[in-house]
């Protein structure tokens, strides 16, 4: 069982204590392996972006303003380009990830191209989106540097639609035609992953409509993975009834003589959640405390590394202890760094301490990264840069890990100016 916790800055920090379980001597803290992909002004870039949004008002200005501008349409999207954006995504297309994609590969840091156009809800714009994920897919075929390709069902189906499914609510003719429709361009999605074994990971969303997906992406899971892992689903581990559902599954997935994926994460709509339940007089479907998550998500891990012969797991986090303690889990089971059941994914832009030591360390390590019309990609940004406010306590150990490192690097320019200077003498 993992240790306690200790509540410091708003975070609740577990103590991490490397013990010979670890396999190999994995420390987050090696900030030279965590942005040795970065240049010196990337950095600097990065140390802003940070100082911006550690600030909650600074960040809340910000978002004001740039949503301000892009109301009004000044034209500060080369500003964005070159700031956050280039920070947290790969680029406009596909093609212009390609570069992000060679780098990181350099570092033994895998892609997952992640669409990240919201907002959009005709019949057109979701096949639109159809076709774009099956790029990713086609662009994914035999490369391994591409291990992964993601979609949200909120992206191919109407969000309303996908509640009132769930809600029970009578549908009408029409609808049941929308919801054919989704459904025709999910299995169009997953068949072409099939076909080109490239696993496909389905994102978790609001509990309004997860029911809806989850229903969706079963099917997908019974029809493509009879063989191997092609399907991947999402649980959010602060929902309460998570680890049933993940008991649930793999049940579902013993009966069906088919092999379970999941991507484990934690759950982004925390707020969206109380709020929502608050409003109908509900209970929160989200755990009541930080810790009640920590555990869930720890104990999901092992419960997958305790059924590996029949599940394989994403661990989507930026939380240093559950990664770390993933590791010790992997080798407690005798399973090497780069068994193809576990993988580590991080969102790209954050927690390189996590992806790059890992990946150094010879584990399977993916990036999400976002790519898409700066515009578009804009809802994207704005939620990263709530996430990363002192509130969320995630900005604070960022621009600690980048301020570690510039200063790591100035120290061994100056050594080097030092030594130049001795050798010319
Ligand atoms: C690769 C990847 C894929 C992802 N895919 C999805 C997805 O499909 N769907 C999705 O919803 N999210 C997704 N996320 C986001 C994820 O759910 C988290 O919001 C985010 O990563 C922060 O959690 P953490 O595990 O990094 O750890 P931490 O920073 O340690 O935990 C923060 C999280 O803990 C939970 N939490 C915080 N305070 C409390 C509290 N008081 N009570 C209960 N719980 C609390 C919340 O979930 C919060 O986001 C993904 C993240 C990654 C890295």
Redesign the pocket.
Known sequence: MPERAEYRDN??IYPIVYTMESPLEVTFEDTRVAFSYKSDQELRKARFVFSVVNHPWASAVATALVKGALALRLPIQGLIRKTVFQHFCGGESIESAESTILHLANYGVNT?LDYSVEGEDSEEDFDRTTQEILHTVQKARGRKQIPFC?F?VSGLADALLLEKVQSGKAVTDDEIQALERAKGRIDKICSRAYEYDVPV??????TWIQDTVNMLAYEMMERYNKESTIVFI?L???LTDASKKLKDAYHMATMHQIYLGV?L??????EKERERAAEFGHRSP?????????DA?NNALAFCLDHKQRISV?????????NYYLTVLMSKHGMRPADERVWF???YG??DNISFNLARAGYNV???VPYGPVRSVMPYLFRRAE?NTSV???SSRELTLIRKELRRRRGVNEMGMQMYGYISL
Do not use: W
Request: aromatic share 14%.
């Open positions: 975070l609740y997952i993601v949200k990971l389905i994102d978790a969303e609001e999402t959010q581990m602060y991507k994460v934690r759950g982004a709509y925390m989200v755990h009541p405390t930080k810790e009640a998550t920590d998500f994403m661990c989507g986090s930026h939380n240093e202890y559950s994914a991080q969102l954050m927690s993916a990036k999400y996430e969320y306590g995630q």
